[in-house]
């Protein structure tokens, strides 16, 4: 049974950083894309950032790629989330995501586990 279990949301400042970490059980760990989410009140869970399966490759939805960073660490069986200079925009719950595939995908359904989600809020 894979579980996921976020931690690292929290509240900041405009223009202030978070890091958000996930951590993973299970055996296809390291054969599958991870992603990141997030929702917002009233507006649909959205992609912000993927890896594939090596971590060799990364893709950002637009405009987060300047600010956001994201890793793997496949012998921890953890996936990070590193958002800098971050916007009010950003305040959301953030959820990390095993895929079904080795490759990134933005697509929600290409992702079979989630972790319970962990809430960032920027404040001015």
């Known amino acids: 049974q894979v579980q996921l279990v976020e931690s690292g949301g929290g509240f900041v400042q405009v223009g202030g950083s978070l890091r958000l970490s996930c951590a993973a059980s299970?055996?296809?760990?390291?054969?599958?894309?991870l992603g990141w989410f997030r929702q917002a009140p009233g507006r649909e869970r959205e992609f912000v950032a993927g890896?594939?399966?090596?971590?060799?490759?990364?893709y950002y939805a637009d405009s987060l790629e300047a600010r956001f960073t994201i890793s793997r660490d496949n012998a921890k069986k953890m996936v990070h989330l590193q958002m800098n200079s971050l916007k009010l925009d950003d305040t959301a719950v953030y959820y990390c995501?095993?895929?079904?595939?080795?490759?990134?995908?933005?697509?929600?359904?290409?992702?079979?586990?989630w972790g319970q989600g962990t809430q960032v809020t920027v404040s001015s």
């Open positions: 995501a095993l895929g079904r595939l080795r490759f990134i995908s933005t697509a929600t359904m290409d992702y079979q586990h």
């Open positions: 299970g055996s296809t760990f390291s054969n599958s894309a």
């Open positions: 890896i594939n399966w090596s971590g060799e490759s990364t």
